[in-house]
């Protein structure tokens, strides 16, 4: 019956050796008695390795401030004479040639001021004349010690504007009278424009001078409005001036674009009068430069006009002042007054008389 008793359904890796599974669970009975939950068996489970202990890092102490503060090598390195280190002696000696420099220009400018205010005089200096010369300068000017430091270069402008001028009047006195020579045609405008040139060399030099630069020197000297009207109404004028230069119409005086032309499309009397007209040119060209820098002058300096703050009435006021002041003027006024007031006088004795005698 061992046949009946062993279980067909049996693994027979679960029983390799032949053994009924009644024999292997403990079990005898048949198979009414067989539980075929009695023979299994749980599988093993899987059992992991503890995790590492954790390692603990010890935080770091504070170190003593006096330790921190206290240097690994408290001896200081050798010096060594290195490019960088090495001291550039004639620079620092070209500094101060300049500092000096400058201190001697500050220290005569302060001479200068000071000799001024206690003397009260000023030796004129312009035109610069030698000293054997009997003339003697009619003018003073000095930028550096009268016009302030952010006048002084276009109160220059306008000083070197007029020195071009009245060289611009030598060469138009000298080319006409190259045009003097070489009129042919027998017309009298040549005469005539070289008679002119001398007049405008002799008259305009001197009078630019008092009625044109003055007035601007003047008004950046001293913000005086009365000179800043006394330029603007004489720059007007020069414009104009300045532009009859330029275009140079015959028997002006003046040698400019319309003459050159004129000389230029000369075919007739030979290679001279073409030559002198490419020479008119540059008057030409010279008095476009005066006419830009004459434009230049009036649109700065009305800038600095508005700037002052000066005004029409303050020239009005400047104007009476300075009759007053002048001593001429009060010579004449008095001379007038003394002469009315004997006028008066002799009429009042003449009246009297006349009444006495009736």
């Given at each position: 019956?061992?046949?009946l008793?062993?279980?067909?359904?049996?693994?027979?890796?679960?029983?390799?050796?032949?053994?009924?599974?009644?024999?292997?669970?403990?079990?005898?009975?048949?198979?009414?008695?067989?539980?075929?939950?009695?023979?299994?068996?749980t599988?093993?489970?899987?059992?992991l390795?503890?995790?590492?202990?954790?390692?603990?890092?010890?935080?770091?102490?504070?170190?003593?401030?006096?330790?921190?503060l206290?240097?690994?090598?408290?001896?200081?390195?050798?010096?060594?004479?290195?490019?960088?280190?090495?001291?550039?002696?004639?620079?620092?000696?070209?500094r101060?040639?300049?500092l000096?420099?400058?201190?001697?220009?500050?220290?005569?400018k302060?001479?200068?001021?000071?000799?001024?205010?206690?003397?009260?005089?000023?030796?004129?200096?312009f035109?610069?004349?030698?000293?054997?010369?009997?003339?003697?300068?009619?003018?003073?000017?000095?930028?550096?010690?009268?016009?302030?430091?952010?006048?002084?270069?276009?109160?220059?402008?306008?000083?070197?504007?007029?020195?071009?001028?009245?060289?611009?009047?030598?060469?138009?006195?000298?080319?006409?009278i190259?045009?003097?020579?070489?009129?042919?045609?027998?017309?009298?405008?040549a005469?005539?424009?070289?008679?002119?040139?001398?007049?405008?060399?002799?008259?305009?030099?001197?009078?630019?001078f008092?009625?044109?630069?003055?007035?601007a020197?003047?008004?950046?000297?001293?913000?005086?409005?009365?000179?800043?009207?006394?330029?603007?109404?004489?720059t007007?004028?020069?414009?104009?001036?300045?532009?009859?230069?330029?275009?140079?119409?015959?028997a002006t005086g003046?040698?400019?674009?319309?003459?050159?032309i004129?000389y230029?499309?000369?075919?007739?009397?030979?290679?001279?009068?073409?030559?002198m007209?490419?020479?008119?040119?540059?008057?030409?060209?010279?008095?476009a430069?005066?006419?830009?820098?004459?434009?230049?002058?009036?649109?700065?300096?009305?800038?600095?006009?508005?700037?002052t703050?000066?005004?029409?009435?303050?020239?009005?006021?400047?104007?009476?002042s300075?009759?007053?002041k002048?001593?001429n003027?009060?010579?004449?006024?008095?001379?007038i007054?003394s002469?009315?007031?004997?006028g008066?006088?002799?009429g009042?004795a003449?009246?009297?008389?006349?009444?006495?005698?009736?």
């Amino acid at each position: 019956m061992a046949d009946l008793d062993s279980n067909p359904f049996a693994d027979p890796e679960e029983n390799p050796f032949g053994e009924s599974a009644g024999h292997a669970g403990g079990q005898t009975g048949g198979l009414d008695d067989y539980n075929p939950f009695a023979a299994k068996t749980t599988p093993p489970t899987a059992t992991l390795p503890p995790p590492p202990p954790a390692q603990t890092v010890a935080a770091p102490q504070p170190a003593d401030t006096a330790a921190r503060l206290q240097p690994s090598n408290p001896d200081p390195p050798p010096y060594q004479s290195v490019a960088a280190q090495q001291v550039d002696t004639s620079e620092l000696q070209r500094r101060q040639e300049e500092l000096e420099r400058k201190a001697a220009e500050l220290q005569e400018k302060e001479q200068k001021l000071r000799d001024r205010t206690v003397n009260g005089a000023k030796d004129n200096n312009f035109p610069p004349l030698p000293a054997c010369c009997p003339v003697k300068p009619c003018f003073y000017q000095d930028f550096e010690l009268d016009i302030p430091p952010e006048f002084q270069r276009v109160a220059k402008i306008a000083y070197y504007t007029w020195i071009v001028r009245s060289l611009w009047l030598v060469l138009n006195f000298f080319f006409n009278i190259g045009a003097f020579a070489l009129n042919v045609s027998g017309s009298n405008d040549a005469g005539t424009s070289f008679g002119l040139s001398i007049l405008w060399l002799i008259l305009w030099p001197p009078s630019s001078f008092v009625c044109w630069y003055r007035p601007a020197y003047k008004a950046l000297r001293s913000d005086s409005s009365i000179n800043y009207f006394w330029f603007f109404i004489v720059t007007a004028v020069q414009i104009l001036v300045d532009i009859l230069m330029f275009l140079g119409p015959a028997a002006t005086g003046y040698l400019g674009m319309l003459s050159a032309i004129g000389y230029l499309n000369d075919q007739d009397h030979g290679q001279d009068r073409r030559n002198m007209g490419g020479v008119m040119l540059i008057l030409m060209f010279g008095s476009a430069a005066l006419l830009i820098l004459d434009l230049y002058l009036l649109i700065t300096i009305h800038k600095y006009y508005r700037g002052t703050g000066a005004s029409f009435q303050q020239a009005q006021s400047e104007f009476t002042s300075g009759m007053l002041k002048n001593e001429n003027v009060r010579a004449a006024g008095a001379q007038i007054a003394s002469d009315a007031a004997a006028g008066a006088m002799a009429g009042a004795a003449s009246s009297a008389s006349g009444g006495n005698r009736y």
